[in-house]
């Protein structure tokens, strides 16, 4: 095998090769064998029938075969002895092959930057903690009230912030339900800000029993397509109304919360506690963000497009599923500065992980599930269910980045600083 390595832009390789033809007649025969044991030739035992006949009447698929196997094993033998770091899929070019004469190509590859980075040092950051307020206290005291409400069937009608579960079917413009249209069970709250104006208006002033008419014009930038613009006809019938009631704060409510917490005032100090070491933890990740951005500024570099344009490609596919609508130009537009700063941080940690000879351990892995599976968990079932959903690499890779930010930041002037949160008008 014969193999020469051209740049032809920066971080892109073309690799020319040449595959002698008694290599490529090894690989025939090999392929030939496969296939005269597995095929039924006429007039022949199966596998009994001469090699020759076997490639002359399945020869496109055998040929196609030998190029499938060894074009592959060849790139990745030149890749390793060239110590070619390829980001993407090699892409395939001018292959020529004919019997008896060497098999010849080019891989055409795209390389992960030669990243090292060598300092850290100097880097000044401001970190800013917001200071935990009543507000957030009260907001996060009124959710937990909220988790924790009853609801208590009612005959009066409804008022806003009521509950009703109801029957909803799609109708023809008489009323008439569209018997091949499913009926959906729904639970709406009655004058909900998330329901459409028409709905918001049906569910205020209902009792149980009432069947309402509903007409819907979808408004042109409704975010599903195939309703943008449409008008479509509902029959809803209100089955059970409720009042929600919610908790008083007292120390009963407190108790509830956790059977450890005396009174209300425990409550409120344990709700303290608990926001501001959700806001340290926010307040770090802001400071990583900085950290990063300062490094990109101090050793620049370019995402192979390649892999850029794969990732777009996976991420249009999830947003697919759940919108087969989806435009799928505009989806690329609005996530391509979201994955190339995430493949920019990626790579930038990872050259930090190297340089400073950084890895995960089965201990840390094995901390971290603990970790997730909590004191009642099983750490087993939550590591088959990560590695059934592929997501145990998230975590590993989240580990090692926490590893190389607490390396960085011992190097790193944080100056930190408490501040009231800024708030909407």
């Known amino acids: 095998m014969k193999s020469t390595v051209e740049e032809t832009a920066v971080g892109q390789r073309a690799?020319?090769?040449?595959?002698?033809?008694?290599?490529?007649?090894?690989?025939?025969?090999?392929?030939?064998?496969?296939?005269?044991?597995?095929?039924q030739i006429p007039g022949f035992r199966k596998g009994k029938a001469p090699p020759e006949t076997v490639r002359k009447m399945h020869w496109e698929n055998i040929e196609k075969e030998v190029i499938e196997s060894i074009v592959p094993e060849v790139v990745n033998e030149v890749l390793v002895e060239k110590e070619l770091r390829v980001a993407s899929p090699p892409q395939i070019e001018d292959l020529k092959f004919t019997l008896g004469e060497p098999l010849t190509f080019v891989a055409k590859v795209e390389l992960w930057p030669e990243l090292e980075v060598d300092s850290w040092s100097g880097l000044e950051i401001d970190e800013v903690v917001f200071e935990v307020e009543d507000i957030d206290r009260e907001r996060f005291l009124d959710n937990m009230r909220e988790r924790m409400s009853t609801f208590e069937p009612i005959e009066r009608p409804t008022v806003e912030g009521d509950f009703l579960s109801v029957q909803v079917q799609a109708a023809d413009k008489d009323g008439n339900r569209l018997r091949n249209m499913k009926r959906e069970d729904l639970q709406f709250e009655a004058g909900g800000q998330n329901l459409l104006p028409e709905f918001r208006e049906?569910?205020?002033?209902?009792?149980?029993?009432?069947?309402?008419?509903?007409?819907?014009?979808?408004?042109e930038e409704f975010e599903h397509p195939e309703l943008a613009g449409e008008q479509r006809f509902f029959m809803l019938k209100v089955v059970t109304t409720f009042e929600r009631e919610?908790?008083?704060?007292?120390?009963?409510?407190?108790?509830?919360?956790?059977?450890?917490?005396?009174?209300?005032?425990?409550?409120?100090?344990?709700?303290?506690e608990r926001l501001e070491e959700e806001e340290k933890s926010q307040a770090r990740r802001r400071t990583e963000g900085q950290i990063v951005g300062r490094l990109l500024e101090r050793y620049p570099f370019e995402v192979p497009p390649g892999v850029i344009a794969h990732s777009l490609e996976q991420a249009v596919k999830r947003q697919q599923e759940q919108n087969p609508k989806l435009d799928e130009e505009q989806a690329r537009t609005a996530m391509e500065p979201?994955?190339?700063?995430?493949?920019?941080?990626?790579?930038?940690?990872?050259?930090?992980?190297?340089?400073?000879?950084?890895?995960?351990?089965?201990?840390d892995v094995d901390e971290r599930i603990g970790k997730m599976a909590g004191e009642s968990g099983d750490p087993r079932r939550v590591r088959k269910q990560l590695?059934?959903?592929?997501?145990?690499?998230?975590?590993?890779?989240?580990?090692?980045?926490?590893?190389?930010?607490?390396?960085?930041?011992?190097?790193?002037?944080?100056?930190r600083s408490e501040k009231p949160r800024p708030r909407e008008a």
């Open 338 to 363: 979201q994955v190339q700063a995430m493949w920019q941080q990626r790579l930038i940690l990872d050259a930090i992980a190297r340089k400073e000879s950084i890895e995960v351990t089965d201990e």
């Open 202 to 219: 049906a569910t205020i002033g209902a009792v149980s029993g009432d069947e309402r008419f509903i007409e819907v014009n979808y408004p």
């Open 387 to 415: 590695e059934e959903n592929g997501e145990l690499r998230s975590v590993q890779l989240d580990i090692l980045d926490r590893k190389v930010f607490d390396l960085v930041l011992e190097s790193v002037d944080v100056n």
């Open 15 to 39: 690799i020319a090769i040449e595959i002698e033809p008694e290599e490529v007649t090894k690989k025939i025969e090999h392929v030939v064998a496969k296939y005269r044991r597995k095929v």
């Open 246 to 272: 919610q908790p008083e704060v007292n120390d009963e409510f407190a108790q509830r919360v956790d059977p450890e917490l005396k009174d209300v005032e425990a409550l409120q100090a344990k709700i303290r």
